[in-house]
């Protein structure tokens, strides 16, 4: 895509506010886009999807190839490289609700981080833990994130094409997309965190294998719905020396965070729904990344 072209594809719907249903807020840019790599359409649902006896079709559910993009006030790259927070959300949602529920852009935001967030749609409004290209094809992330950057790039929103630091976020089902990601996605020395977010419910070798390598750290936030999918990755990070630092939510503070082993936080009475929101938790593990602060944020 040129310069000219990116400038049709965006301008008519920046100008009006249709963004797929998401709209603009103060503090950054807000894109939604389509991109030929994004998750969906693909072959795993090209004939839908059955879940207890209920069939949600390929047109209505498994179509939408949209990317949210938000571009925070000040960001700029680093080192030549664009750095990026990748969420991968839940069930039953799409890029539009994962925005404005869990008020991702502006936790971003309020953390300070010097990233660009960034949403495909998965599954749209389907209980699916399947992320298409991102989680089943080989590379497929590699590239994903290259059309990104080419489109930030041609958009005149970078001056660099370049990926840099990669941070994976997952919540409940988006475990599928970010666990083929690191399965098969071909980026995993980029991708410095992964936040997971009562999301431990499978691709349990992906994730401990990719924590327990120099330099990656994971970082999980979970209630009793996942309680035994976190001992289990704790017992596979580990190893004979404990490396884990393991907490109450309640008790999670920045200094903690800072620590660059993998991290487990237990919230007995935080809904599974609410984790990303309450107390910011989302915008706090984004402040403990490896991903630097704004030049000109310091947090809050």
């Keep these: 895509m040129n310069r000219s072209e990116f400038l049709a594809s965006t301008s008519a719907a920046m100008a009006t506010g249709a963004l797929g249903g998401v709209a603009q807020i103060p503090g950054g840019r807000t894109f939604v886009v389509p991109f030929a790599s994004a998750p969906y359409p693909h072959p795993s649902r090209a004939a839908g999807y059955t879940y207890q ?20 006030d000040g960001w700029r790259p680093e080192h030549g490289a664009i750095d990026l927070v990748v969420h991968f959300y839940g069930w039953n949602h799409t890029v539009a609700s994962a925005f404005a529920i869990y008020r991702l852009r502006e ?77 098969r996605g071909g980026m995993n020395e980029s991708i410095t965190d992964v936040l997971l977010f009562d999301a431990s419910y499978g691709y349990y070798d992906a994730f401990a294998g990719w924590a327990r390598a120099r330099g990656k750290r994971l970082a999980s936030i979970f209630t009793r719905d996942t309680i035994a999918g976190n001992v289990v990755l704790m017992g596979m990070i580990q190893g004979p020396r404990p490396t884990s630092n393991v907490w109450l939510a309640s008790d999670l503070t920045r200094e903690r965070l800072a620590v660059r082993d993998a991290t487990f936080a237990f919230s007995g009475d935080v809904a599974h729904d609410d984790l990303l929101t309450h107390a910011s938790w989302y915008a706090l593990l984004l402040e403990g990344t490896a991903l630097d602060a704004r030049p000109s944020s310091t947090g809050s």
């Design 53 to 72: 006896g209920h069939h949600y079709d390929a047109a209505t559910h498994y179509a939408d190839a949209s990317v949210g993009i938000f571009i925070p």
């Design 107 to 183: 936790q971003l935001a309020r953390s300070g981080r010097n990233a660009i967030l960034v949403v495909p749609e998965g599954p749209t409004n389907a209980p699916d833990s399947g992320d298409g290209k991102l989680e089943l094809d080989p590379n497929g992330f590699a590239r994903f994130v290259g059309d990104l950057c080419a489109w930030l790039r041609h958009g005149g929103l970078a001056p660099t094409e370049r990926p840099g630091r990669i941070v994976l976020s997952a919540h409940s089902g988006g475990y599928g997309g970010a666990g083929g990601v690191l399965t």
